[in-house]
């Protein structure tokens, strides 16, 4: 079974440019989660979605992020100007639930740094 | 507000010592589950285990166990036997049950093994 894929893998821009990242999940996972991991620290989620609604984008800050989920199976995570601040890796899981009763599985992240 | 500390950063031991990684979390739920999830150097991260409040009895899977203790907030994790391949960033998270559900994690702790 193909686990999540996320492209790119690495990728360097300067500050006030803008970014998008790829996210694939497990076929027939409706959920689909963006969290951003910035060095040190863990996971932090900024947007869920079920199917292609969101559940949760409490902590996606508005105002230059962005994700969107088209026929709820692939998602794209946009940021637009970026900052110095969200040097990060950005890490898209998925579950076969909307329900925390089983494991999310993640893909290998996608690395962004903001020079 | 719910909160996962994972005081040690880093740990370095010697292959086949025993080692317990720590986890202490707040909540003001009443039940909760608890999940060790580990990330090797490829960046995903797995999932380990996932503990449901109610339940206290401690588990044992191979060379892993998880010790569970509701009146101190604490979900400790010990390898026993250690080997190389258990070098890797461990986090310890937390999700409500009830409501909005999203894994809250720790900052994590990375573990080497030495040959």
């Known amino acids: 079974e193909a686990g999540v894929a996320q492209s790119p893998r690495y990728k360097i821009i300067e500050k006030r440019q803008s970014v998008a990242f790829w996210c694939n999940p497990i076929?027939?996972?409706?959920?689909l989660y963006w969290y951003q991991q910035i060095l040190g620290q863990g996971p932090k989620l900024l947007i869920q979605f079920q199917n292609n609604g969101v559940v949760d984008d409490s902590q996606l800050p508005k105002d230059r992020f962005s994700a969107e989920r088209l026929k709820g199976v692939d998602s794209t995570l946009k940021i637009q100007p970026a900052k110095l601040e969200d040097s990060a890796v950005y890490l898209c899981a998925s579950s076969l639930g909307i329900e925390i009763t089983g494991e999310l599985f993640f893909g290998e992240g996608s690395r962004l740094t903001v020079l | 507000a719910q909160k996962v500390t994972q005081a040690q950063t880093e740990i370095s031991v010697v292959e086949k010592e025993d080692v317990t990684l720590d986890c202490v979390y707040e909540?003001?739920?009443?039940?909760?589950?608890l999940f060790w999830y580990k990330q090797p150097p490829s960046g995903e991260l797995v999932f380990l285990i996932r503990?449901?409040?109610?339940?206290?009895q401690n588990e044992i899977s191979g060379r892993y166990s998880w010790n569970f203790q509701k009146s101190t907030s604490s979900f400790n994790f010990t390898i026993t036997a250690s080997q190389v391949v258990d070098s890797a960033v461990y986090f310890c998270?937390?999700?409500?049950?009830?409501?909005?559900?999203?894994?809250?994690f720790g900052q994590g702790t990375r573990l080497t093994i030495n040959p």
């Open positions: 503990r449901n409040s109610f339940d206290e």
């Open positions: 909540t003001r739920d009443t039940t909760y589950y």
């Open positions: 998270a937390l999700s409500r049950i009830q409501g909005a559900q999203k894994l809250v």
């Open positions: 076929s027939g996972h409706a959920t």
